[in-house]
């Protein structure tokens, strides 16, 4: 399950959308208007089965919030620009199926996907 946080706009939810990519947005499709940062979401993550959560809010992108049953994405580009990383990351040979991307918190950038995952100590980056 794709999740999207409200602060991604309903366009670029539109261009998942036509490239088939299903996803459910904060205040829309799961939880609430006004859900915020990490004490609203992670709770309501918890209570999904293996989401993938996708945010502009670099807040998330911290290995303390590291949890087997999801996956935390903060997009660090351009708001307009989101679909296009959440397609070019759930594509990516390493996070391409949900079991690959649970246990990871991702920073997707330009040049790039950094990331942590659970019970390794450092942080891994990867090329597109």
């Known amino acids: 399950m794709n999740i999207i946080d409200e602060d991604i706009g309903s366009r670029q939810c539109q261009h998942l959308a036509a490239w088939k990519i299903h996803c459910q947005k904060i205040g829309i499709g799961i939880g609430r208007l006004g859900l915020k940062d990490r004490d609203g979401i992670i709770p309501l993550l918890h209570q999904l089965k293996r989401p993938t959560f996708f945010t502009l809010d670099h807040g998330f ?23 296009e990383y959440i397609r070019r990351f759930l594509r990516h040979r390493v996070f391409r199926s949900q079991v690959q991307r649970m246990g990871k918190v991702a920073r997707v950038r330009h040049s790039g996907i950094s990331y942590w995952q659970l019970e390794q100590r450092k942080e891994q980056s990867l090329g597109w």
């Open 61 to 83: 992108y911290h290995p303390m919030l590291l949890h087997q049953g999801y996956c935390l994405v903060f997009l660090d580009v351009w708001d307009d620009e989101a679909a």
